[in-house]
């Protein structure tokens, strides 16, 4: 399946197994790349700064050009966020 569009059909209660207490690098071989807060998209930059988010001070990615943040601590994936209607 193309990785892209697996992550746009792709639901939190599913999602947050194949996501949660995984490393970056175990990510990135999953979902191919992963983004910093600087490099994705200007809508998910919005949301980071302007809505309750459980990434802010904490180190995040997201999930190649998706919507998906990922907020780890101590090197794990411990959160995974959809920053959608913000």
Known sequence: MDRDFALGVMTHDAAG????GKSEKELGKRFGFLLTLDQTNSYNRFCYFNSPS??????VKFLRNSNWMVVFENGKATNL???KGC
């Open 17 to 20: 197994p194949l996501v949660v």
């Open 54 to 59: 459980p990434g802010i001070g904490k180190t």
């Open 81 to 83: 966020v959809l920053m």
